[in-house]
């Protein structure tokens, strides 16, 4: 069985026991924490669930494992002839979980 969740703003295809760094979750931020996802469609074997009725009854469960962040991301400004630069770098804060348990 495995579902596609919305996860801060992207959608991740995810089954029990994966692992995947999403944007930071909001609140519950500390390792060791349960993270409920939305579920935007169920597979499980040849049935497949797109129903908004019972996809509200459906969640997936996940375990926070660590506050992450991502890559830097170095933003440079520059304007010919003017004597303008300006540098500037960025990491954005992500959340790693672990999938833990699909219930439809």
Do not use: C, F, W
């Amino acid at each position: 069985m495995y579902a596609i969740v919305r996860a801060g703003g992207r959608q991740e295809k995810v089954s029990v026991g994966d692992v995947l760094t999403i944007d930071k979750v909001q609140g519950n931020g500390n390792a060791g924490d349960t993270v409920e996802l939305a579920p935007v469609l169920l597979v499980d074997g040849s049935t497949v669930t797109t129903d908004a009725e019972t996809l509200s009854r459906a969640v997936v469960r996940a375990e926070v494992m660590a506050a992450v962040k991502g890559p830097k991301i170095i933003i440079q400004k520059y304007k010919n002839k003017t004597g303008y630069k300006k540098r500037q770098g960025h990491r954005q804060p992500l959340t790693k979980v672990k999938i833990t348990a699909i219930d439809a």
